[in-house]
Each structure stands twice: as C-alpha cells, then as structure tokens.
C-alpha cells in the first residue's frame, strides 16, 4: 500500500503523517516514511520550485512508491501534489494508492506560517509560492479528507480516522510481547503510544493471553500437578540464596515475614530490572546471580503475585509505582511466552498473574 498525504505548506500534513507513520510502524509489514522536503535534500537540490520543477520532482517520488511498492514495501509520503494528471499516474501505476487530503482554510495557513513563506509571497519578496502565485487543486478522489482547522487538533483522533476510513488494521497491539522476551529480553525504552491508546492495546494484549490460557486450561482433562510443586523451600543454603524457595516462603508469609523481606525482594527488582530474566540462585549478601541457570515459566508467574501481595499490602505510595513496574515487565514476559506455559501449575499462576495485574490497572484508568 501506498498512502499519500497532500496538503498545503503549514497544513499539518507532516506533523500528521509522523503520529501515522508512528501506528504504521507497529505493523508487521514494513513501512517506509517519506517527506517531500526530505526527499529534495535527499536528492539534491536540482529542481527548483517553478510549476515544471515541482511537476517533475513530483514524479520522482511517483516512481520511487511505485518501486517500493513491487518490493512489497509500505509506503506512506507527505507530498504537496499539485498534479491531477501525477495522482492519475500513482492510481494506474501502484498496486494499491491511496490518498489522504488534508483540508485547511487559506487563513489557517497563514496563522500557523512559522516560514513566513505566504507574507513574503503575498509582499512580492517570494515567488513561486503555491496557493498565492500558483493555484493549489484539490485532488479530485480523495480517499480520506481531514479536517484540520482547528487551533488544537487532536492527533492521535485523526490518525485513529484515517486507519478506520482506510480498512487499515494493525496487527501488532502491543510491542512488548511480540517477541519471546525470555530470548531477546527488550530494552523498555519507550513506548510507540501513551494515554488511552497504549492501555487501550495493552488491555486486548492481557485480554488476549487470558483467553488462550484459560482455553488451554480447560482443555486439560488431568489437573494433578503435585510434583510441579516439589520445590524446596529453604531459601538459603550456606551462602546461596535460592529464589524458588523463597517466593513460595512469601506467597504464604504472614505480613511481618513481609515486611522483614522487603529489603531483599527490593534488591531482587533491581537485578530483576538490570537482566530482564530471573535466576535459580543468588549468592546471599549482595543477591548477584552466582549461576546462569534461568527459572522456569512458572516462577515469572509466582514473582508477579509476590510483587502484587506487597502491593495491595506493605507499599507506600511511592513504592507501588516501583512494584506495578516489575509487575508490568513480568507479566510482559509471561505473555510473550505465553505458547509455552502447558502444564497446570503454570497455566493457574499465570492466569492468577495477569487477573491481578489487571484489577491493579483499573485502580489507575
């Protein structure tokens, strides 16, 4: 597919394309991002901006979508697009065009002309200014037409229009979990969404792990699983401090046995934080993993209602930010492993993992 967004200069064309390109990118197939002026620089300045230089840089950016396009590669470009005839060219030409008109009133324009680009035209200090000395066309057909007139334009509502009018469905909601992340553990840098559209798709990411798992449950026709459960629970061992042991210690203390861990399932979510992964065993004074043997599936599950009994019942205000978080990254890896937990024990406690978090969460939307 290939989607161009024609606009006026000051029109927002760009600054709409970027908060698209954003949501595109989170698909599975690949999208390139093109922006008339970039493409220019790109490319030299050769051309100038006389109605014939604009006509044939305009058909440079049609032949390089229609390349793209027989690559099987995804193209969204930010174009002015004066030419009837080039928007006839893209329709015979790419195997699916469409085209996204942003719509605003000449006076818009010159409120939002940070270049001053319409003053200097309309003083005579410039020329070859579309929209002053040469005539804009609307395009004829356009798939999509935005309006995008107000003073304090909501973004993510156009974009979130432009996906639902273009039949455009992206697959990948939620990042986090795309990949195994107990094999490529992620950086959590930052997220490609915020506000009520990143809950809104790491809400259907949870919903959607339930739903598998509790299927995968119900499916089991044997539920005795005493022997998954044979751990022991002596949690220190001369000087090697066992994590199993010491989450199944907790998941059954009473608060003062809580409070008098704290200390050391804190430093627990430090290392935790640092490798993303969680190990059989630490040494006993600095809790530094003294081996690099991984836990089992099961323990993401029993570290999250851990971190989720301390929540609900010793942490500060200030502490539950700290907690939500590792039980956010938890989850995250259970979730993406989710083809993997089978047996009984690991289907219950990760169910009883992502319910929990998920009751946390209302607490906050």
């Known amino acids: 597919m290939v989607i ?18 954003q949501r595109l990118s989170d698909d599975s197939k690949p999208w390139v991002f093109i922006d008339g002026d970039t493409f220019r620089n790109i490319l030299g300045e050769d051309l100038g901006h006389t109605i014939e230089d604009r006509e044939r840089n305009a058909y440079r950016i049609s032949r390089l979508c229609e390349f793209l396009d027989s690559q099987g590669i995804n193209v969204l470009a930010c174009v002015l697009s004066l030419f009837h005839q080039n928007q006839e060219y893209n329709r015979k030409h790419i195997s699916e065009y469409r085209e996204v008109f942003i719509d605003v009133e000449f006076s818009k324009l010159k409120e939002r002309d940070n270049k001053e680009l319409y ?3 309309l003083k005579g200090e410039v020329t070859n200014v579309v929209g002053v000395d040469i005539e804009f066309k609307r395009p004829l057909s356009p798939d999509v037409i935005i309006n995008n007139n107000s003073d304090d334009p909501d973004f993510d509502e156009i974009t979130t229009k432009i996906l639902e009018e273009l039949s455009i469905n992206i697959k990948n909601k939620y990042s986090y979990t795309k990949f195994n992340l107990l094999n ?10 915020e506000g009520e559209l990143f809950f809104s798709k790491f809400l259907k990411d949870r919903k959607d792990s339930l739903k598998i798992l509790t299927n995968n ?3 089991l026709t044997y539920l005795c699983d005493e022997k998954e459960l044979n751990y022991d629970l002596n949690f220190l061992k001369g000087k090697e401090f066992r994590l199993v ?13 809580l409070y008098i861990n704290k200390d050391i399932l804190n430093i627990l979510i430090k290392r935790f934080e640092v490798s993303k992964k969680l190990f059989e065993s630490y040494d006993d004074i600095e809790y530094r993993k003294n081996s690099n043997i991984t836990c089992d599936n099961v323990v993401y599950a029993w570290f999250s209602n851990v971190l989720q009994n301390y929540y609900h019942n010793i942490c500060t205000k200030q502490e539950r930010l700290i907690y939500l978080n590792a039980i956010l990254k938890a989850n995250d890896i259970l979730s993406s492993i989710r083809s993997q937990i089978i047996t009984p024990v690991e289907l219950r406690e990760t169910i009883k993992a992502l319910n929990g978090e998920l009751v946390i969460i209302e607490e906050y939307l």
């Open 184 to 193: 490529k553990p992620h950086k959590y840098q930052y997220s490609k969404f």
């Open 245 to 257: 042991g010491f989450l199944l210690f907790l998941m059954k203390a009473p608060k003062e046995e």
């Open 4 to 21: 161009w967004l024609i606009g006026m200069s000051a029109s927002g064309k760009t600054t709409i394309g970027r908060f698209l390109y």
């Open 119 to 121: 003053e200097k035209a």
């Open 217 to 219: 449950l119900d499916k």
